[in-house]
């Protein structure tokens, strides 16, 4: 008969294959079934009628964004959005029309994909955008909203934002435009605060961006608040419980549901449900039942890199501090016990989210643990003297007895935050950390964190350790790509943008056009990458004579040769003579209306063939491009597959893009 381990270890097994096999299927069939495909649509003028979702940002000088939830297209042909399907987008609106969250509008854009990183490592708008259940960018014309109207459905979203706008404008009255922001971004979320700039960069350098974002932070403040004011006033927890999860929902739609104040809410409605009904809500099920729910409302949440730092941050909490602190608690006074309380949540929350922040930010904030221990009681006392200000103002006019308060409390944390801000190292920058070593580092602290808590680690841990010394050999061993040859084609408009990698030499970035974004890009690309060489910057639309002082470039008149072994890669400079290679990919130049026609000029189809068509094509560059698509050779064209990425040893290659 099997023992039990066995058998939990089985279940375990099917569990696992269960949860993947179900999460693939229902993913594909969330986005092939729930949302819309609006592909025919691109690039074409429409106008499209939809309920605007989110407030709006500012981007740039005459631009703001917000996301609109689209209901009908009316153009060459008109589409009517019904059912369960749904597809929103983001809208490049103007700075100067006025649009509220539940307003019907109708506005002429076009509409565009999002746009992939441009190198890997770099922002990826896209998958960004997706997170936020937001499939393509509408770039409306100015000039052209029209308020429909106001549906019934989303009056209450309208009260809503109206009552945010009354109960952000209470805190201001009375305070310096510093003192206001932080107290409404503590008390409402960063969306409220409208930090300047430099205050903004000092707060998330030391780690304190949790604080002024409604976060799981602000909520657990609250709840817990309510939760034992009104205890005060019943023996059982029922009325209690009700009063918070009224006052917890009501915090969330004024706080716009962010998604890090949703899923903290989430988690809290279901604490205080359990204690209407004498339940205790077990932590490991209740952060799968969030999880499990966000994942079925929308399986791009867990691109979301919020959602899984505040995972990660909860499971530190749950699985290490309270247990750390049960050791340490019977040798110091209890006094300073909540001293202690708060210094092992930021450690251990540090600790389980810094390799994901490296992931994705590639920064480690050295201050973190030490800005908390005051920031967080601080930020916590402003928080419930905000909330009092608010009812005093709402019920009795008396909110200059807290404003004071608020001053002095606000006063305070900006002048701690401007104490550790003279401090010169702040943060470190870490290159990128490869995904297999990400999720190897988890799999040693975890070990190394149980080991203390649990003794039956500690026999033959020296096993584990050697164990987990050798993965990392592999994996380094195994992802190591110092050794090939790496080549990046890079759409821009109306730009040739090439990086070339050679084994071991310094980069080389061919383009034309050259500006200085394109530059900073490829400079920030080859940071992340701890590549420390500055890379040889040439134009190839100035000189034809240049030499290049490498060992695998050789430059000829009409073009470019990246030799490695067997393997060539050839970028053609202009169309002025017969194109005649033998080399394995051939990346042509922009396509324009005064070149010869393509048939006439290209006379030998390599292997691979990559083509920048990033630009408004004429009408003969169309016919070029239907023409190569004729053909049997491979064409890749940058408007179609964003950054082509070629890594070659030397005898094979293999070709990766993104989705432009």
């Known amino acids: 008969?099997?023992?039990?381990?066995?058998?939990?270890?089985?279940?375990?097994?099917?569990?696992?294959?269960?949860?993947?096999?179900?999460?693939?299927?229902?993913?594909?069939?969330?986005?092939?079934?729930?949302?819309?495909?609006?592909?025919?649509?691109?690039?074409?003028?429409?106008?499209?009628?939809?309920?605007?979702?989110?407030?709006?940002?500012?981007?740039?000088?005459?631009?703001?964004?917000?996301?609109?939830?689209?209901?009908?297209?009316?153009?060459?042909?008109?589409?009517?959005?019904?059912?369960?399907?749904?597809?929103?987008?983001q809208v490049l609106g103007s700075k100067y029309e006025e649009y509220a969250p539940g307003d019907l509008i109708q506005v002429t854009g076009i509409l565009k994909r999002p746009k992939s990183a441009a190198l890997p490592g770099l922002f990826d708008e896209r998958k960004y955008l997706l997170s936020q259940d937001i499939h393509y960018i509408l770039k409306a014309e100015r000039g052209t909203l029209v308020f429909l109207g106001m549906p019934t459905e989303t009056i209450f979203n309208r009260h809503i934002n109206?009552?945010?706008?009354?109960?952000?404008?209470?805190?201001?009255?009375?305070?310096?435009?510093?003192n206001s922001a932080l107290i409404n971004g503590i008390v409402f979320g960063s969306k409220a605060s409208k930090l300047k700039g430099e205050l903004k960069d000092k707060i998330q350098?030391?780690?304190?961006?949790?604080?002024?974002?409604?976060?799981?932070?602000?909520?657990?403040?609250?709840?817990?608040?309510?939760?034992?004011?009104?205890?005060?006033?019943?023996?059982?927890?029922?009325?209690?419980?009700?009063?918070?999860?009224?006052?917890?929902?009501?915090?969330?739609?004024?706080?716009?549901?962010?998604?890090?104040?949703?899923?903290?809410?989430?988690?809290?409605?279901?604490?205080?449900?359990?204690?209407?009904?004498?339940?205790?809500?077990?932590?490991?099920?209740?952060i799968s039942l969030i999880v499990l729910l966000f994942f079925l409302f929308n399986p791009a949440n867990m691109l979301d890199a919020g959602l899984q730092l505040s995972i990660l941050a909860f499971l530190g909490l749950v699985l290490f501090s309270n247990e750390a602190q049960n050791l340490i608690s019977p040798f110091i006074s209890k006094r300073i016990e909540w001293l202690l309380s708060i210094f092992l949540q930021s450690l251990f929350a540090q600790i389980m989210t810094i390799p994901l922040i490296?992931?994705?930010?590639?920064?480690?904030?050295?201050?973190?643990?030490?800005?908390?221990?005051?920031?967080?009681?601080?930020?916590?006392?402003?928080l419930i003297s905000g909330l009092v200000s608010i009812l005093f103002t709402v019920f009795g006019h008396f909110e200059y007895l807290i404003s004071p308060i608020l001053k002095f409390l606000s006063d305070l944390f900006l002048l701690w935050v401007n104490y550790l801000s003279k401090i010169q190292v702040q943060q470190i920058f870490i290159p990128n950390l490869n995904f297999y070593f990400l999720i190897l580092i988890?799999?040693?602290?975890?070990?190394?964190?149980?080991?203390?808590?649990?003794?039956?680690?500690?026999?033959?841990?020296?096993?584990?350790?050697?164990?987990i010394g050798f993965l990392f050999l592999m994996i380094?061993?195994?992802?190591?790509?110092?050794?090939?040859?790496?080549?990046?084609?890079?759409?821009?408009?109306?730009?040739?943008?090439?990086?070339?990698m050679p084994p071991h030499e310094r980069p080389f970035c061919f383009a034309t056009n050259i500006n200085k974004s394109s530059i900073e890009d490829i400079k920030e690309f080859l940071k992340l990458n701890n590549i420390s060489l500055r890379p040889f910057v040439y134009d190839l639309s100035k000189s034809n004579s240049f030499v290049l002082p490498s060992a695998f470039i050789q430059n000829d008149r009409n073009k470019l040769t990246i030799k490695v072994k067997d393997f060539s890669f050839e970028i053609i400079k202009n169309y002025t003579r017969e194109i005649s290679s033998t080399a394995n990919c051939v990346e042509l130049p922009i396509l324009r209306k005064s070149d010869p026609i393509l048939s006439s000029v290209l006379k030998i189809l390599p292997e691979l063939l990559i083509i920048n068509?990033?630009?408004?094509?004429?009408?003969?560059?169309?016919?070029?491009?239907?023409?190569?698509?004729?053909?049997?050779t491979k064409s890749l064209f940058l408007s179609e597959t964003g950054t082509i990425t070629l890594v070659a040893d030397g005898k094979k290659y293999k070709v990766l893009f993104s989705e432009y």
């Not at 993913?27 to 649509?41: A, R, S, V």
């Not at 009104?230 to 549901?257: C, G, H, M």
């Not at 899923?263 to 009904?277: P, Q």
């Not at 061993?477 to 990046?488: A, G, M, Q």
């Open 358 to 382: 490296v992931f994705y930010f590639h920064n480690v904030q050295i201050l973190g643990i030490v800005s908390n221990l005051i920031a967080v009681p601080l930020a916590s006392m402003i």
């Open 162 to 178: 109206e009552l945010r706008n009354k109960l952000i404008s209470i805190n201001k009255k009375g305070l310096p435009f510093d």
């Open 476 to 500: 380094y061993k195994v992802t190591d790509t110092s050794k090939y040859l790496k080549i990046f084609c890079i759409p821009r408009y109306n730009q040739e943008l090439t990086l070339v």
């Open 442 to 467: 988890y799999g040693l602290i975890v070990y190394i964190l149980s080991f203390f808590f649990i003794p039956s680690l500690r026999k033959k841990s020296w096993i584990v350790l050697l164990l």
């Open 613 to 632: 068509d990033y630009k408004r094509l004429s009408k003969k560059s169309i016919k070029d491009i239907k023409w190569l698509k004729s053909k049997e």
């Open 1 to 89: 008969m099997a023992s039990p381990v066995l058998r939990f270890r089985k279940k375990s097994i099917l569990l696992l294959i269960f949860s993947v096999l179900f999460g693939y299927f229902y993913t594909f069939f969330y986005f092939k079934c729930l949302t819309i495909n609006l592909d025919n649509f691109l690039n074409q003028k429409n106008i499209y009628i939809g309920e605007i979702l989110s407030s709006s940002k500012e981007s740039g000088s005459f631009y703001k964004k917000y996301y609109l939830k689209l209901k009908k297209i009316t153009g060459s042909s008109d589409y009517q959005i019904k059912g369960l399907k749904k597809c929103n987008v």
């Open 205 to 286: 350098n030391l780690g304190l961006s949790h604080i002024t974002a409604a976060s799981g932070f602000n909520v657990s403040i609250l709840a817990c608040g309510i939760f034992y004011l009104f205890r005060l006033f019943s023996k059982r927890n029922l009325f209690p419980s009700i009063v918070s999860i009224f006052v917890v929902l009501t915090y969330s739609a004024i706080a716009d549901f962010s998604a890090s104040v949703l899923r903290a809410t989430i988690f809290i409605v279901l604490v205080l449900a359990g204690n209407l009904f004498d339940k205790k809500l077990k932590i490991l099920p209740g």
